[in-house]
T-cell receptor, first 111, second 114 residues
């Protein structure tokens, strides 16, 4: 079945790199996304990667996709306290309107 | 700035009440979605709509219904609210043929049923 899994918590020190990992099960995914949710707010699209790409870099964000292992990661360089939020991994399923979301990883950044 | 607006940030309702959650988007998006978000469970899809007057059940439709009479508005209805429907409800929208753009979410409605 369709499933997206990610660990629930990650704690890092300010200035370090954060790596948030995600695994998904559906090999027909065409787009994979990372969303950020700040306290009291909805989700905001951070970045996406198309399934035929291995890597995408956008300023402090690096997305790595290992399609063979169905593994997606988000690296945040020089993590700041403002990066504290919940990060959701999501996959868009070909042929449908559905996007499947993971449970979210809560990132704590210690000053 | 493009926007998805949910009518209430916080709601408190009594068990058995009929509850309406409203969502409006100004981006001319075809697809609209209602999710509920619970700690440790992530986002679970309740209903979605890909056109006016069209609706499809998501993964957890029981106890809910929806209405889409106009393209910009998607309403979630709790026919008889129960305490297990206490949750954060998120509305989202997207263009049908542009998955690369992802979803635009509203700020959420935190519903408490007492």
């Amino acid at each position: 079945g369709e499933d997206v899994e990610q660990s629930l918590f990650l704690s890092v020190r300010e200035g370090d790199s954060s790596v948030i990992n995600c695994t998904y099960t559906d090999s027909s995914s065409t787009y994979l996304y990372w969303y950020k949710q700040e306290p009291g707010a909805g989700l905001q699209l951070l970045t996406y990667i198309f399934s035929n790409m291995d890597m995408k870099q956008d300023q402090r964000l690096t997305v790595l996709l290992n399609k063979k292992d169905k593994h997606l990661s988000l690296r945040i360089a020089d993590t700041q306290t403002g990066d504290s939020a919940i990060y959701f991994c999501a996959e868009f399923l070909t042929g449908g309107f559905k996007t499947i979301f993971g449970a979210g990883t809560r990132l704590f950044v210690k000053a | 700035d493009v926007k998805v607006t949910q009518s209430s940030r916080y709601l408190v309702k009594r068990t058995g009440e009929k509850v309406f959650l409203e969502c409006v988007q100004d981006m001319d998006h075809e697809n609209m979605f209602w999710y509920r978000q619970d700690p440790g469970l992530g986002l679970r899809l309740i209903y979605f709509s890909y056109d006016v007057k069209m609706k499809e059940k998501g993964d957890i439709p029981e106890g809910y219904s929806v209405s889409r009479e106009k393209k910009e508005r998607f309403s979630l209805i709790l026919e008889s609210a129960s305490t297990n429907q206490t949750s954060m409800y998120l509305c989202a929208s997207t263009l049908r043929d542009r998955p690369v753009l992802g979803y635009t979410f509203g700020s959420g409605t935190r519903l408490t049923v007492v």
